[in-house]
């Protein structure tokens, strides 16, 4: 291996010729604390950045083994790498030095969560790292002298400053690794204490703006839960902590409009992931399996047997296996629900303010108006305890607008001025003072649903030339030749599980042959995941990518069903 004189006689050899040169780096580099993999060279100074891998020897990180002995305390103390490359990068690096992008360092974009993430590793052998680097070019011609100072000196001294334990504040290293540890460890017992969420006393709930997912810092209202509401649960780091236990069956949160009912929701939503130190969700935690379910009209559905809620369409269409390009809000939201339980949701999320109302609710007067018979739909309302009684799957569902739901509910939340107060035995009082004539018809059970079988060769990951194309953004997933809508999907913590989602799409496509599975598509989900989680993200990609974070099943799902080019082999 060639070490790093080798590596600057190279780039001023190289200086003032064609980018191409640049080739030339690909493969590994000693340097005194590291070894440096160019893995990927760029085409020219516009193209995306090249990649570099750095290892640094376990004795050389100097991290303590008690910082990743477990793996919630690996995936933080990566994390917390990663936010202090990116924060070093600015300070170490000058930046722009020529066309295009020369002269850039980066790293995986991240936001409040703590997540599996591609960019950064760490073992016992030490910590290899993922890093974007710009080569510089005055137009196509190499500047041999500006990358060698990029490669020679800044990035040593980013890795000194980012990857080595004792330039690092070791207390915010710990803070990080036992937060993440404890908000796993709360989210462990939630199902022993029969619950589905919790929300600690003190949490920060709403955020800086509609388009950030920072804390509110003015006049944020600190999280209270009621007395009846409060459980205690146990932290290993930092001991044990009280808040709102949200149990597990039919929850109601009602409230007057802007007290909060939404925020909180949306809290729990993202409890289904850890957050970095000081974002005010830290101790927030919702069971994994929690999906939000919203209306989507407009969305393509693909043979879901949506039939326990919507049957008898007035154009004769099977509802055993509905498919559409186009689907109204109501039956998206059922397709949205029946799509959730086969991959396996225990929990549903449902906000009024994205739900369909006539799949929400179907009062008396209506109930009077337009005879059971001429409706297709039964509404959420009539299925809600009858899913959580037949399949065990809760509810959390914000509903300001109609008290019919009190007559299926086990608790009643009520925010009153960001506020949460234990309104059910007031509810309940409500229910037998003012009786309903309304009829249920939910029938006797939630009902059976097929399950499906996709075509494998129906997800098409590849253009037309065969080239595999995988490009992700907040909006949508490209994946070959089309596009997936993503824009009401809330549950993605960040754009690099978009990408990440793509690239199993694909792998699902070529190899999903080999999970050995009956072919559904609840067990291709459930056989995916297991793989992610016992091989790494890694070993299903075509190339060490740092750009991408790992994603929930139910992501995945989401993008699948939303494949407009999905055919199944039980359709
Ligand atoms: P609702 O769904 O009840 O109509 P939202 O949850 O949308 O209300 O909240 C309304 C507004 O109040 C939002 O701007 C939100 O950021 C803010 N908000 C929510 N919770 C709090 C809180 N605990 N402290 C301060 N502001 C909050
Ligand atoms: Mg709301």
């Not at 790093?4 to 064609?18: N, T």
């Not at 004539?437 to 098409?460: D, H, N």
């Amino acid at each position: 291996m060639a070490d790093q004189r080798g590596l600057s006689g190279l780039l001023r050899r190289i200086d003032g010729s064609g980018y191409g040169a640049y080739k030339q780096l690909r493969g590994r580099w000693r340097f005194p604390d590291f070894t440096l993999h160019v893995d990927h060279v760029q085409g020219d100074p516009f193209a995306a950045p090249s990649r570099l891998r750095v290892q640094v020897p376990g004795e050389v990180a100097g991290f303590p083994r008690d910082l990743f002995r477990t793996r919630a305390r690996r995936i933080a103390l990566e994390d917390f790498l990663i936010r202090a490359l990116a924060r070093e990068i600015p300070e170490v690096a000058k930046g722009k030095r020529g066309s295009g992008r020369s002269g850039e360092f980066s790293v995986v974009d991240f936001g409040q969560c703590i997540l599996p993430r591609t960019a950064l590793r760490i073992s016992l052998e030490g910590v290899e790292a993922i890093i974007s680097c710009g080569l510089p070019a005055a137009g196509r011609r190499v500047l041999g002298r500006e990358a060698e100072a990029m490669l020679l000196g800044e990035l040593p001294e980013l890795v000194r400053r980012a990857l080595l334990y004792r330039n690092l504040d070791p207390g915010a290293v710990r803070r990080h690794v036992e937060c993440g540890e404890d908000a796993e460890a709360l989210r462990e017992q939630l199902a022993e204490h029969g619950l589905v969420a919790f929300v600690a006393e003190g949490a920060i709930l709403p955020r800086a703006s509609g388009v950030s997912d920072r804390p509110l810092r003015r006049g944020a209202v600190p999280f209270t839960p009621p007395e009846s509401l409060t459980v205690t649960l146990e932290r290993p780091n930092a001991g044990p902590i009280r808040g709102m236990g949200i149990p597990a069956g039919i929850t109601l949160i009602v409230g007057g409009g802007y007290h909060g009912k939404s925020t909180l929701l949306s809290a729990l939503a993202q409890g289904v992931y850890n957050h970095i130190p000081g974002d005010g969700r830290e101790y927030v935690v919702t069971r994994k399996e929690a999906v939000v379910i919203r209306a989507e009209d407009g969305r393509f559905v693909c043979g879901v047997d949506i039939s326990p809620f919507i049957s008898n369409l007035p154009n004769g269409t099977d509802t055993k296996s509905f498919s559409t390009q186009n689907a109204s809000g109501s039956t998206s939201q059922a397709a949205n629900i029946m799509e959730a339980l086969e991959a396996g949701a225990a929990v549903l999320l449902v906000d009024e303010d994205t739900s369909a109302t006539n799949f929400m609710i179907r009062d008396e007067r209506m109930q009077a108006l337009v005879a059971k018979e001429k409706e297709p739909i039964t509404p959420f309302l009539d299925k809600v305890r009858l899913l959580y009684r037949d399949y065990g799957v809760s509810t959390v569902l914000v509903m300001g607008g109609s008290g019919d739901y009190f007559e299926v509910t086990d608790t009643v939340i009520m925010m009153d001025a960001y506020r949460p107060l234990d309104v059910t035995g007031r509810a309940k009082e409500i229910v037998r003072k003012y009786p309903l004539k309304r009829r249920p018809e939910g029938g006797e059970g939630f009902g059976a649903f097929r399950a499906r079988r996709p075509v494998l060769a129906s997800i098409q990951p590849r253009t037309r030339k065969g080239k595999l194309k995988v490009q992700g953004s907040r909006l949508s997933l490209r994946l070959g030749n089309y596009s997936i809508d993503l824009t009401r999907l809330s549950q993605f913590a960040e754009v690099p599980q978009v990408r990440a989602v793509g690239y199993l799409l694909a792998w699902l496509a070529e190899h999903g042959q080999d999970l050995k599975t009956d072919g559904t598509v609840r067990e291709l989900l459930l056989a995916l995941e297991r793989r992610v989680e016992e091989e790494g993200l890694e070993a299903l990609l075509p190339a060490r990518y740092g750009d991408l974070a790992v994603p929930r099943r139910f992501e995945v799902a989401a993008a699948l069903n939303r494949l407009r080019t999905l055919r199944l082999r039980n359709p």
